[in-house]
């Protein structure tokens, strides 16, 4: 009766410890309790586990959880919570000073006062073929955009070998679409023109029109040194 009686006192308290016969210690989570011949309690691990009854010293075991938990609560009773401290916010101010600028360097002078810094600007192509007028036509029901216009060689040289890119542009810049055209003159003397035509097989959505002319390009033997001469071109 009174290990019975012992039981269920340990059984109502808040026990966290189980004493063995031998002296050795076991910490549970949470109360143990006692289910006829085995004593049940849950690991610190959270593993449910339980021990033969006649193994354990039930005294022993009340005294230490008592202990175990009049240390928790003197424990609580000294730690008072304390408001962690605000850390003050960096703050950071800057200026322009704070930033560095890059120095304007200055171009130096040779001895004739030139500056060298100054970069010489890349002298212009001549356009020694260009196309002077052009126009476009579409065509729904089948689909196409035609090209043609009129090529001219507006140098004082001969071309030979004439060759002519259509490309259409679109609002980006970018090439949606390029076609060779047909050149009806592969040659053109200076000041020479010739029509050409091209069709793009599938209507594409383009904000212009740009051409890409390629010849080789000859100088004309002047008529003053046909006398002297053959006459015939030379490259």
Do not use: H
Not at 27 to 33: N, Q, S, V
Not at 51 to 68: F, H, I, K, N, P
Not at 160 to 184: C, K, M, N, T, Y
């Amino acid at each position: 009766m009174l290990g019975a009686a012992l039981l269920a006192s340990c059984t109502a308290a808040k026990a966290d410890w189980l004493v063995l016969r031998d002296g050795s210690r076991i910490e549970a989570k949470g109360p143990w309790k006692v289910s006829g011949k085995q004593i049940v309690f849950t690991t610190v691990e959270g593993k449910l586990s339980s021990l033969r009854g006649d193994l354990v010293d039930l005294d022993a075991s009340a005294r230490a959880t008592e202990e175990a938990l009049r240390e928790r609560k003197t424990g609580e009773a000294k730690t008072e919570p304390t408001a962690p401290e605000a850390k003050a916010k960096s703050r950071w101010s800057f200026t322009d000073k704070d930033f560095a600028r890059p120095q304007a360097e200055e171009p130096s002078q040779d001895d004739d006062g030139d500056k060298k810094g100054a970069k010489a600007k890349p002298p212009e192509e001549r356009q020694d073929l260009e196309v002077v007028v052009w126009s476009q036509s579409v065509d729904p029901a089948r689909n196409r955009v035609k090209v043609s216009g009129t090529l001219q060689n507006g140098s004082k040289d001969m071309a030979a070998s004439v060759e002519l890119e259509v490309q259409l542009i679109d609002r980006q810049g970018v090439v949606v679409g390029a076609q060779p055209a047909v050149v009806q003159k592969l040659s053109l003397a200076p000041g020479e023109s010739t029509d050409f035509s091209t069709t793009f097989p599938q209507i594409v959505s383009y904000q212009t029109v740009k051409f890409a002319p390629k010849a080789s390009m000859f100088k004309v033997t002047p008529k003053e040194d046909e006398d002297q001469g053959d006459g015939s071109a030379t490259p």
